[in-house]
């Protein structure tokens, strides 16, 4: 298994609509998709996560739903919004200008400036 990486401040939630954009999941589903989407690369907090999703749900971003998990127990399936889908939108342009602008800068050579 590679290294873990930090999860950067501020990218749970696009994460979170990430996984949930591929199909409705309960709340634990959520985070195991995004670990496994990541090769297990990633480490997220109970905590953190949880109350992420509770954002996500109050804004309207995602929407939960009481449903029967695989193991039989009640659980909250939570599926995206259209408005969760535009914010998904914007925030992976977002994101993937702002990797594109740092690794520019990373890839600068003293004779480029």
């Not at 670990?35 to 297990?40: A, E, G, L, M, R």
């Amino acid at each position: 298994m590679a290294n873990q990486v930090e999860l950067p401040q501020g990218t749970l939630e696009m994460l979170i609509l990430k996984a949930v954009s591929l199909g409705p999941l309960h709340g634990y589903g959520v985070l195991l998709r995004i670990q496994q989407i990541s090769n297990q690369r990633l480490e997220i907090l109970q905590g953190s996560f949880y109350t992420a999703i509770y954002r996500l749900e109050h804004r309207g971003w995602i929407k939960g739903e009481w449903g029967e998990s695989e193991n039989r127990r009640r659980a909250r399936f939570y599926s995206l919004t259209r408005a969760g889908a535009r914010q998904l939108k914007t925030e992976t342009a977002r994101w993937t200008d702002m990797a594109a602008v740092v690794a520019g800068i990373l890839n600068k050579k003293a004779d480029e400036i």
